[in-house]
Nanobody, 120 residues
Framework: QVQLVESGGGLVQAGGSLRLSCAAS????????MGWYRQAPGEQRDLVAT???????NYADSVKGRFTISRDNAKNTVYLQMNSLKPEDTAVYYC??????????????WGQGTHVTVSS
């Protein structure tokens, strides 16, 4: 079982920045695809960004050019730098860790979420 602990959420004005962090309790952090997802009230949980063990990244179209995902394997931590924030970025942001074993078993873990509120 992997525990994911997010931090860095809060209230910010439109145009501002926040950096989210997610610390993972695993000795094989570098084998996980790490991701950030978000869920606004009444909405489904959507992908924000992912980063592979080889540091390849993928972003939702709505955050491209504004958000940057990164990872520090030495610290077992993944980050989400959010710039030029908009009110529509308001959501609970969840950290995700995912990998498949050599025999195909899926290991998928979620953090408890951190609130991000962007005021207009």
């Amino acid at each position: 079982q992997v525990q994911l602990v997010e931090s860095g959420g809060g209230l910010v004005q439109a145009g501002g920045s926040l950096r989210l962090s997610c610390a993972a309790s695993t000795s094989i952090f570098n084998t996980y695809v790490m991701g950030w997802y978000r869920q606004a009230p009444g909405e489904q949980r959507d992908l924000v960004a992912t980063i592979t063990s080889g540091a390849s990244t993928n972003y939702a179209d709505s955050v491209k050019g504004r958000f940057t995902i990164s990872r520090d394997n030495a610290k077992n931590t993944v980050y989400l730098q959010m710039n030029s924030l908009k009110p529509e970025d308001t959501a609970v942001y969840y950290c995700n860790a995912r990998r498949r074993s050599r025999i195909g078993d899926l290991y998928n873990y979620w953090g408890q979420g951190t609130h991000v509120t962007v005021s207009s």
